[in-house]
């Protein structure tokens, strides 16, 4: 068999995706399923051997028979990984779970700086003692809205409130969390939190301690957004971006560009081949050399999934080269899944993983054959095929990854970017080079005496860094980059696949190539226009977020109505753009407190707002500028043409009247409460707040996503839920 390794990989992989998405019960039963068919496999291969020994009786070559042994041993890897599965659950997952929705004293030690998301802190700690007592160790995330007293591998002792995390598909913040080592969640309750200082210096506060060096390092030389987005490409630490930013890396389709994968191993290592080849060593030493240092930096950036693919998958080809053999890229890709998996049984549910290694895999398979259709044109012109090579490249391979992470895409984001070739063409060449920029710059900074060497250095890499966040802010910003997939978009989706599919068969006339160019050329321009004008007459009423942080705006043909900027800067932003607003006619604060206000600056400073409202009696602020309106108890105010917006004389309720359909927004202490009533007696509720106790017959309660949901109204007055708005 070619490509066992690839099996093997596979296989693991498929069998924990399902164990993740089935659960612990269901995946005993397929851990037996899985040992049953190793075994027919595994006897079968037997007997064929015995069949291929005996004389006069040898089987056809390539028979099912002399396959058995690697179907054998895929079926055992994959049983081998659930039993591992069911091993982490039940020692590590189960017993944290009584502590779920309770409140204790615990001790716990503190394994890393926290994360800073939201104008909150997120501390990774392992708990020991809960209420003064041993307990088996586990991993909790706690939330923090305030940074505890505290370095990496401290203790604390503090009050905490325990929390599961959202259930409900393979993809689920559950699934996503125990992939990165988290068995429950947690909010500190009240009080402060005591230290207890560590005693020596163990590897891992070393690390966490180098790694915050280089953070700051990084801040040292450049300014502080140009050092955030390098802290994310290299540190793999994206809570010092901008959410801005993010949302525009994301909106353009090259938001991987941030995530530590093959692109920023190859620049470590291409400086490390750099260094090694003014040295003697000989081609062994140096790949070993090569290799362990980019172990180091795994141990660094702590072990991402996408990096430990790249890292097989690179140290494989290092050790094909010094056995003069070259390595086969998807027998690397399935070595790199037979690690991840087997080291973390957990990783089937992380979305993260799945998106590398089906990018990877679209890129192995697709990527040559796309990138020959795109340069056949030029086949009797050498010199336009030579100045085009590098583009097609760059698409051959986008086009390629954006195939093999279309389905991801779909089901898990129901959405779209649609510049994210052009992103990925115009991105490619400023990331790289800023990479390799900011890796001298910080190699020179840290060498004693070579200080003024890395200026250059961080000069270019600064200038590089406002370069790639103005294109992907100027992409992202425009008007239907990323469309919400329903089932006409999903149809001319797949029709761009066939024919891209179509494109790489190397036997074709070129009368069929370009026609089916300019077919693919059709569906994209198609779609475009389709995400722009299929919503004329809808309305949407899209809401993102939870508690008093959530967000909602009132969406009609490109121009928004926001009846509630939210809590986190740059949410309302994000969710404005995912759905192709050009236009803020009304932008309302209900509390108007200084989280709000931050939120309706960033809205400012993205979209032309028309007017801005405020109850009467609040204070504006410098925050907030342009023509201000206090909007009195009990009034009402124009929010859309046609759209009229009543404000309760209670001051906490918003009602309107959209194509039939009534709403009223209620604004709480614990958050935002939608309420709807399309038609008489049919009425149902979208609750946005914390934990939700018990369900009223006839309401129904709407699951919280981090990407938010939708209540789409058409121009007959029907109301349908769409999720991820």
């Not at 910080?442 to 890395?454: K, T």
């Not at 400012?604 to 707002?609: Q, T």
Request: aromatic share 10%; hydrophobic share 45%; proline share 6%.
């Amino acid at each position: 068999m070619g490509r066992p390794f690839a099996l093997w990989g596979f296989s693991v992989y498929g069998a924990l995706a399902l164990a993740a998405l089935s659960g612990p019960k269901a995946a005993g039963a397929l851990l037996w399923i899985c040992l049953g068919l190793g075994l027919c496999a595994g006897l079968l291969g037997f007997w064929a051997a015995k069949r291929q020994a005996a004389p006069r009786l040898s089987l056809p070559a390539g028979a099912l028979g002399e396959r058995a042994p690697f179907f054998a041993c895929a079926f055992l890897l994959a049983a081998l990984g659930l039993s591992l599965f069911l091993s982490r659950y039940e020692s590590q997952t189960l017993p944290s779970k009584q502590w779920a929705e309770k409140k204790a004293d615990i001790q716990a030690l503190v394994l890393d700086y926290p994360e800073k998301r939201y104008s909150r802190y997120y501390y990774r700690l392992r708990v020991e003692q809960i209420d003064k007592m041993p307990v088996k160790p586990f991993i909790l995330r706690l939330s923090a809205a305030s940074p505890l007293y505290c370095s990496p591998y401290d203790r604390v002792e503090c009050p905490v409130s325990f929390s599961t995390f959202p259930e409900g598909g393979l993809y689920s913040q559950r699934n996503s969390l125990l992939a990165d080592g988290y068995q429950l969640g947690g909010y500190l309750a009240g009080g402060g939190a005591r230290r207890i200082p560590c005693e020596g210096n163990p590897p891992g506060k070393a690390l966490a301690v180098f790694r915050r060096g280089l953070s700051r390092e990084f801040a040292r030389l450049l300014p502080q957004e140009d050092a955030a987005l390098l802290q994310a490409m290299l540190l793999g630490r994206r809570d010092g971006l901008p959410e801005d930013a993010n949302e525009s890396f994301r909106l353009a389709g090259c938001s991987h560009l941030m995530v530590v994968s093959g692109l920023h191993m190859g620049a470590v290592a291409g400086l490390i081949q750099v260094l090694l080849r003014k040295t003697r060593l000989k081609r062994l030493p140096q790949s070993l050399l090569t290799a362990g240092v980019l172990l180091l930096y795994l141990c660094l950036i702590g072990f991402p999934p996408s990096a430990v693919r790249a890292y097989v998958m690179y140290a494989a080809y290092l050790l094909g080269g010094c056995l003069g053999r070259r390595a086969d890229g998807l027998n690397s890709l399935g070595l790199a899944l037979v690690v991840i998996c087997l080291q973390n049984p957990f990783s089937g549910g992380d979305l993260s993983l799945a998106l590398s290694v089906f990018a990877t895999l679209g890129i192995l398979v697709l990527a040559l054959g796309i990138t020959k259709a795109l340069l056949r044109p030029f086949g009797k012109r050498p010199r336009l095929k030579g100045f085009f090579t590098p583009a097609a490249g760059v698409l051959g391979v986008t086009f390629a990854a954006l195939a093999g992470t279309a389905p991801w895409q779909i089901c898990v984001f129901r959405g779209l970017a649609l510049l994210s070739p052009l992103a990925n063409l115009l991105l490619s060449l400023p990331c790289t080079l800023l990479l390799y920029c900011a890796l001298f710059a910080l190699l020179f900074s840290l060498l004693p005496g070579l200080g003024p060497l890395a200026q250059p250095f961080a000069l270019w890499a600064g200038w590089l860094s406002r370069l790639a966040r103005s294109i992907a802010k100027a992409l992202g910003s425009q008007p239907g980059v990323y469309i919400h997939l329903g089932q006409a978009e999903m149809l001319a989706l797949l029709g761009v696949l066939c024919l891209l599919a179509f494109l790489s068969f190397p036997k074709l006339t070129p009368l069929c190539r370009r026609a089916g160019a300019g077919i693919l050329l059709a569906f994209i321009l198609g779609t475009y226009g389709f995400s722009l004008y299929s919503g004329q007459g809808f309305a949407v009423l899209a809401v993102q977020g939870e508690g008093e942080t959530a967000c909602a705006a009132f969406i009609q043909d490109g121009k928004a109505a926001v009846l509630c900027p939210g809590g986190r800067a740059g949410d309302c932003v994000s969710l404005l753009r995912r759905n192709n607003v050009r236009e803020v006619s009304s932008l309302f604060l209900p509390k108007a407190d200084s989280r709000e206000k931050r939120s309706a600056r960033k809205i400012l400073e993205s979209f032309p707002v028309g007017e801005t409202l405020l109850p009467e009696g609040a204070y504006a602020g410098r925050e907030l500028s342009g023509t201000v309106t206090f909007l009195p108890s009990g009034s009402a105010y124009q929010a859309l043409p046609g759209t009229e917006i009543r404000y309760s004389p209670l001051g906490t309720y918003l009602g309107f009247t959209v194509n039939g359909a009534a709403f009223q927004a209620e604004f709480q202490t614990d958050g935002l409460r939608i309420h709807c009533l399309p038609r008489e007696n049919s009425g149902f509720t979208v609750v946005l707040s914390g934990d939700i106790i018990d369900e009223t017959p006839g309401t129904y309660l709407l699951p919280r996503r981090e990407d938010g949901l939708g209540l789409a109204v058409s121009p007959q007055g029907e109301v349908t839920v769409r999720e991820g708005s």
